[in-house]
Structure formats: structure tokens, C-alpha cells
């Protein structure tokens, strides 16, 4: 499949890495354009390339892993996503190390907000409860494999997210809606940094 990612710190460089490594194609974008990721996409092979965030964007599954603050940037109202999946890997931090700080949403969830702004995405959230280096971390036993969380509205979005975390060898647990599931995911929800193991049961 053909993957874009927008954010090329922690979560996209890991990302492009493992889906690469499962034989899909990545296009990779930050603020500060292509030439800046021209060491990184080096490093990364040959099915990762590097992109402007609109060339990312125009990819069948898309996934957001820019800091939460700088969310409105990337998903401005022009954008016509035509039912592609976006791929929301957010927390909301308003500030990182050393001093975390969340943002105060009122009640409101990070995933439904992004879903607002990109009204024409089929929006799943994924890949956020547990840090990256968590989420590839060995396992404690030979045929398991680290549960990774998603949540969605749109029935076929969950089903294509969930083959891509079945592919980078992490066990998708589907839990329902953005409103219900994604609140459970997202910071302070009780799933957040919540690590499990399931044993695999893939086809490979
Ligand atoms: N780190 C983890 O373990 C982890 C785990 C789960 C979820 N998350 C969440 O995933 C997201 C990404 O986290 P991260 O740790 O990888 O890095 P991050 O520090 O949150 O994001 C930095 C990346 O976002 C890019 N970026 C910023 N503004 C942008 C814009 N307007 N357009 C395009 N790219 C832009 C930066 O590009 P430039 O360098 O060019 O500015 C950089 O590549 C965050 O929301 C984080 O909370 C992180």
C-alpha cells in the first residue's frame, strides 16, 4: 500500500521503517521539506521517499504523527481527502520533556477533533497509547506480539488499519468509536500506556 506520514521524528521515522520493511511504500514529509530528510530517507531504503506535506497527504492512508499543537497546520479546510484513511497517532501534549503539559479539551477528544478538521477523512486513531520504543520492544515470550489499540467510525478504515499494524507484527484490538474508544486511548484514558501482549494468531 502506499502510505504518507506527515511528522519525521520518533513516530514517523519508526513507522516508515517498519512498513517499509513490510513491503509498503512511504512518503515521508516534515515542515521543513524534503531536502531536510534527504539523510533520513537514505537510511530508510528504497521504498521510503521523501515528500512535500501535500504530496504526503495524497496518499490512500495517511498517517499524523506531528506534535498536537501543530495539528491545524497540517489539516487545513482545503484539503478534499475523499475518504482516505487518516491515521491519527496524536497525544495532547501542549508541551514535551520536562514539562509535560496536556491540553485541557473540555470534555471534547483529540481524535474527534481531528476528525472535525478533516471532515472528508475517514479518521482512525492508532499508534498512540504506548511510546514507540514500547510498542517494538521485545516481547516476553516467543509468539506474542505488543496489542496495539485502534478505534474508528468507518468499519472498512478499521479494517485496513488494522491489517498495517498486523503487518509491522503488532495484534490490533479494535475498540469501538473515536468518541468511546478514542477517549479510552488517548491521555488520561484508561488505556493510555497500558502495554499487552496477545498471542499471535496472524497468517504470515
Ligand atoms: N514519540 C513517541 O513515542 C510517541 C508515541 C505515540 C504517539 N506520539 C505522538 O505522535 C506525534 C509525533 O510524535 P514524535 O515524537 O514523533 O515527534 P514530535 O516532536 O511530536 O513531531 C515532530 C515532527 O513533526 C513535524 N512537524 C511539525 N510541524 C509540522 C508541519 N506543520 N507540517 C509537517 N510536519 C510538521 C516536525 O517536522 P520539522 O522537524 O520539520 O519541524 C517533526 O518531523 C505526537 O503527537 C506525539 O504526541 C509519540
Same mark, same amino acid.
Given at each position: ?62 498517517? &499524523? ?9 497540517? &489539516? ?28 485541557? &479539551? ?87 500506556? &497500558? ?10
Amino acid at each position: 500500500m502506499n502510505i504518507g506520514i506527515l511528522g519525521a521524528a520518533t513516530v514517523g521515522q519508526v513507522l516508515a521503517r517498519h512498513l517499509a520493511a513490510a513491503g509498503h511504500n512511504v512518503m515521508i514529509a516534515n515542515s521543513r521539506g524534503p531536502e531536510s530528510l534527504r539523510d533520513l530517507v537514505e537510511q530508510l531504503g528504497s521504498r521510503v521517499t521523501a515528500g512535500h506535506v501535500p504530496e504526503a497527504l495524497d496518499n490512500p492512508a495517511v498517517i &499524523l504523527g506531528v506534535p498536537w499543537t501543530r495539528v491545524q497546520d497540517v &489539516l487545513t479546510p482545503e484539503i478534499d481527502w475523499g475518504g482516505r484513511v487518516l491515521i491519527d497517532a496524536t497525544n495532547i501534549f501542549t508541551s514535551y520533556a520536562p514539562h509535560f503539559e496536556i491540553d485541557d &479539551l473540555g470534555g471534547d477528544s483529540g481524535s474527534e477533533i481531528v476528525a472535525r478538521q478533516a471532515p472528508s477523512a475517514r479518521v482512525v486513531k492508532a499508534f498512540n497509547t504506548l511510546p514507540i520504543e514500547k510498542m517494538f520492544a521485545p516481547v516476553p515470550a516467543d509468539g506474542l506480539r505488543h496489542v496495539l489499540f485502534v478505534a474508528g467510525d468507518d468499519a472498512d478504515a478499521i479494517a485496513v488499519v488494522e491489517r498495517l499494524v498486523t503487518d509491522i507484527r503488532l495484534a490490533p484490538v479494535s475498540i469501538g468509536a473515536l468518541a468511546s474508544g478514542g477517549r479510552l486511548m488517548q491521555l488520561g484514558g484508561a488505556l493510555n500506556n &497500558l502495554e499487552l501482549f496477545r498471542a499471535n494468531t496472524a497468517q504470515e
